[in-house]
């Protein structure tokens, strides 16, 4: 509960709702600030001849407010929707995730790392061996397609892809589908 006292500006605290409508000539504010209680603008009456009035948060109403131990008041919506600090704070939710779920994506991208250092290792030390025995193994056929220096690194990617492919029962897919089902059951 916001109980600060607002006030009137003393140049228009004492007119009548006709006078004010008619004394009033301009009312410039500053754009939304994201800073609490914040609020920076001038009015400008067409019977003043002095300085224009300041108007500063003592002036503002924040949206919700009640007014109490007045009338009547008259005032001017100068921010509204989006442009309100309230629309301006405003952020789509985050994502509401168990930890269960932290730790099992943490878990498989610690698994997914492991299994690309080894297909590579695996991999570069098969390409070795490929590249010293083409010869006595020519029943593999890893002479086939290397006549470009592109089929060259195809060749040479094949088998950590191979690899790769051989390793990726380490991460099951039903580990997500069986959680899913787990926490469906438990609610």
């Known amino acids: 509960a916001d109980l600060k006292l607002r006030r009137a500006l003393p140049q228009t605290g004492s007119l009548s709702v006709h006078d004010l409508h008619a004394a009033c000539a301009q009312l410039s504010?500053?754009?939304p600030l994201l800073a609490a209680h914040q609020l920076k603008g001038m009015l400008r009456t067409r019977n003043e001849r002095g300085a224009p009035a300041a108007l500063s948060?003592?002036?503002?109403?924040?949206q919700g407010a009640q007014l109490r131990n007045a009338e009547w008041a008259v005032g001017v919506c100068v921010y509204s929707?989006?442009?309100t600090r309230l629309g301006r704070s405003r952020r789509p939710p985050g994502a509401k995730r168990s930890e269960v779920?932290?730790?099992?994506?943490?878990i498989s991208a610690g698994v997914f790392v492991c299994q690309a250092v080894l297909a590579g290792a695996l991999g570069w030390q098969g390409n070795a061996w490929a590249a010293e025995n083409q010869e006595e193994a020519w029943y593999l056929r890893f002479d086939i397609g290397q006549s470009s220096r592109l089929d060259s690194l195809y060749h040479r990617a094949v088998i950590p892809l191979r690899f790769l492919l051989l390793m990726s029962t380490m991460i099951p897919l039903s580990i997500q589908v069986t959680m899913d089902t787990c926490k469906w059951l438990y609610s």
């Open 29 to 31: 504010i500053e754009v």
């Open 57 to 62: 948060e003592q002036q503002a109403l924040l």
């Open 81 to 83: 929707g989006n442009e």
């Open 101 to 106: 779920d932290g730790t099992i994506d943490r």
